[in-house]
């Protein structure tokens, strides 16, 4: 079954994963999703990405995060831009999620960002989506 928002896919994996209180979750590899993902990693949202074969099906392991109390560190993913409707976003009004205490994804000229490291470059770009 072909899938029409692979990227919206990924992020209900992890939602549901994180909700459901797993470790980990799985999902089919694309380069698009890893590097998410390595920004995920980087922005100290997932433990661990990993990378792996299941019946010469490339796959995607993201370890999850939890705090002390058992609470998923993620508390809201959100995708923005949809295929029905692209948000791009100069480089003066890259959004600031809950007041910089979250993180934006962009899709930039300069390959994918965080929105802190997209302001940094002034580039701007596609808004893929917002984690807190």
Do not use: F
């Not at 939602?15 to 980990?24: K, V």
């Not at 990405?49 to 809201?76: C, F, S, W």
């Not at 979250?102 to 701007?124: F, K, N, P, Q």
């Amino acid at each position: 079954m072909s899938c029409s928002d692979p990227i919206a896919d990924m992020l209900t994996c992890i939602r549901n994963a994180s909700r459901a209180g797993l470790p980990a979750t799985e999902m089919s590899h694309s380069r698009l999703k890893a590097e998410i993902a390595r920004i995920l990693k980087k922005e100290g949202y997932v433990a661990d990405v990993a990378e792996g074969d299941d019946d010469g099906k490339k796959r995607l392991r993201v370890v999850l995060k939890y705090d002390y109390n058992e609470k998923p560190i993620i508390q809201q993913i959100r995708r923005v831009s949809k295929p029905g409707l692209r948000r791009y976003v100069a480089a003066a009004d890259i959004p600031r999620v809950r007041g910089g205490m979250g993180t934006a994804v962009l899709s930039t000229s300069r390959g994918l960002m965080s929105d802190r490291e997209a302001r940094a470059a002034h580039v701007g770009g596609e808004v893929l989506c917002q984690i807190w």
